[in-house]
C-alpha cells in the first residue's frame, strides 16, 4: 500500500483544512491533511466569532471552553462623534484566541480519527502528480485549504478571478478588562480598528486599512476613545500583519479537487465572516464528498458566499466615500433599528430578500436629509 493512500487529501491544516476534515471524518471517509507549518498557526484576525459561526462550529463537534473566551452581545459602530449599536438577535458571540480555536480544531480531528502531517511538503503543479515529501500521494478527492495563494487552486487550473479588494491589517493582545459588551468597530480615515472581548481579562485589537500602515500606534492614534481604554491596557504580544483580500472564483472544484476557505475565495475582514464562511463551507463538502458529486458543493459554496460578499462591498463603500460614512453613521444612529434589521441579515437570522423595500427606502432617505 502506497504510505501516503487515502480518500481525502487536504493540503492546508488551517482552520478551513481542519473543519473538511472533521467534516469528512463525519461521513465515515478516510482523511489525511498535510500542512508545512508547525501547530498551532496563528494568524492576524478579528478573532470574534458570531452566533453564526458557533453554530456551524457547533455542527462540526467543537464546542468552546467558556474559560478561553470572550463574550459579546452584539456589534457597535463609532466615529467619535456618533454611535450605533445593535444585539445579535439569535444568541451570543464569542472572542477567541486564533491559536486556542486552531488547537480546539487539532484535537477534534485528532479524536475523529483524522491524519494529521505537519511539517511536511505537499508538492502540486500542473501536469504532474502530487506528491507529499517527494513521495506521491495516492486520494480519491483533494482539498484545496491552503489559502488565498493556493497552490492546489493552481494545480486545478481555477485560479481565474479578480481580488476586488485588498486590504492590510495588523492585530496586537491587550491585558484589560472588556469595557463593553459588544465588538467594537472604530471608522476612521481610510481605516477601521476592531476591538473584540477573548478572555475576561483581554481584548483583541485589530486595524485595517487600503493603506500600507505606518504603524499601529499612529494608526490606533486617530480613535482617542479607543487610546483612553487601553492607556493602562498591558500589551501582551507582538504586533502581527495580514493582507485581507476579497476575491470570487467562477469555480471552486474540478473533477477530483474541491477548493475551501481563503482558497475558495474570500469577503473583506469587514464582514467578521471568514471563519464562519469556511465552517458552512466544511459541512457543504462533507455532505457533497458522501454522495460523490461535487457538484452539490459547487452550488452550496456559491449560496454560503454570496451574502458576505454582498455584505463586504457594503459596508466598503463607507470605507471608500467619508460622505457616505458620515451620513451612514448619522443615518443609522438616529434610526437604529435599521442598524439592528441589517445585523439580523448579516448573521442570517433574517434573509435578505426580507430585508424590506421599506427599509432600504428609509435608510435611503435618511442619508440623504442626514
Known amino acids: 500500500m502506497n504510505r501516503y493512500e487515502t480518500d481525502v487529501l487536504i493540503a492546508g491544516g488551517g482552520p478551513a483544512g481542519l473543519s473538511a476534515a472533521i467534516a469528512a471524518r463525519q461521513q465515515g471517509l478516510r482523511v489525511l491533511v498535510v500542512d508545512l507549518a508547525k501547530p498551532p498557526i496563528d494568524k492576524a484576525c478579528g478573532e470574534g466569532l458570531m452566533p453564526d459561526s458557533l453554530l456551524a462550529l457547533c455542527a462540526l463537534g467543537v464546542t468552546l471552553q467558556p474559560a478561553q473566551t470572550g463574550e459579546f452581545r452584539g456589534i457597535r459602530f463609532s466615529d467619535g462623534d456618533r454611535s450605533v449599536e445593535a444585539s445579535f438577535p439569535n444568541g451570543i458571540g464569542r472572542g477567541i484566541r486564533r491559536t486556542l480555536l486552531h488547537q480546539a480544531l487539532i484535537d477534534h480531528a485528532t479524536e475523529m480519527g483524522a491524519t494529521l502531517l505537519w511539517e511536511t511538503r505537499v508538492d502540486a503543479r500542473v501536469g504532474r502528480e502530487v506528491r507529499i515529501n517527494g513521495e506521491p500521494a495516492r486520494y480519491q478527492w483533494l482539498i484545496g485549504a491552503d489559502g488565498n495563494e493556493s497552490r492546489i487552486r ?159 462591498r457594503t459596508m466598503l463603500l463607507m470605507d471608500r466615500n467619508p460622505w457616505v460614512k458620515a451620513r451612514s453613521l448619522r443615518a443609522l444612529s438616529s434610526r437604529p433599528h435599521i442598524f439592528e434589521r441589517m445585523l439580523s441579515v448579516h448573521v442570517g437570522a433574517v434573509p435578505l430578500m426580507k430585508f424590506g423595500f421599506g427599509t432600504v427606502m428609509n435608510l435611503g432617505w435618511q442619508l440623504l436629509t442626514a
Open 154 to 312: 493552481k494545480f486545478a487550473r481555477l485560479d481565474v478571478g479578480s481580488a476586488y479588494e485588498r486590504r492590510i491589517g495588523l492585530r496586537r493582545h491587550f491585558n484589560v478588562r472588556p469595557w463593553s459588551e459588544f465588538v467594537e468597530i472604530y471608522w476612521g480615515e481610510n481605516c477601521q480598528a476592531y476591538v473584540t472581548p477573548i478572555a475576561k481579562d483581554q481584548v483583541c485589537v485589530a486595524v485595517i486599512s487600503r493603506q500600507k500602515l505606518e504603524s499601529f500606534d499612529k494608526a490606533i492614534a486617530q480613535y482617542p476613545a479607543l487610546v483612553k481604554e487601553l492607556k493602562t491596557a498591558r500589551v501582551i504580544t507582538t504586533i502581527k500583519g495580514a493582507v485581507t483580500v476579497s476575491r470570487q472564483l467562477p469555480a471552486v472544484t474540478s473533477g477530483r479537487v474541491a477548493l475551501i476557505g481563503e482558497a475558495s475565495g474570500s469577503a473583506d475582514a469587514i464582514t467578521g465572516e471568514g471563519l464562519a464562511m469556511c465552517f458552512r463551507q466544511a459541512l457543504a463538502l462533507g455532505r457533497a464528498l458522501a454522495e460523490g458529486e461535487l457538484s452539490l458543493y459547487e452550488q452550496q459554496h456559491r449560496q454560503i458566499m454570496a451574502l458576505p460578499q454582498f455584505m463586504g
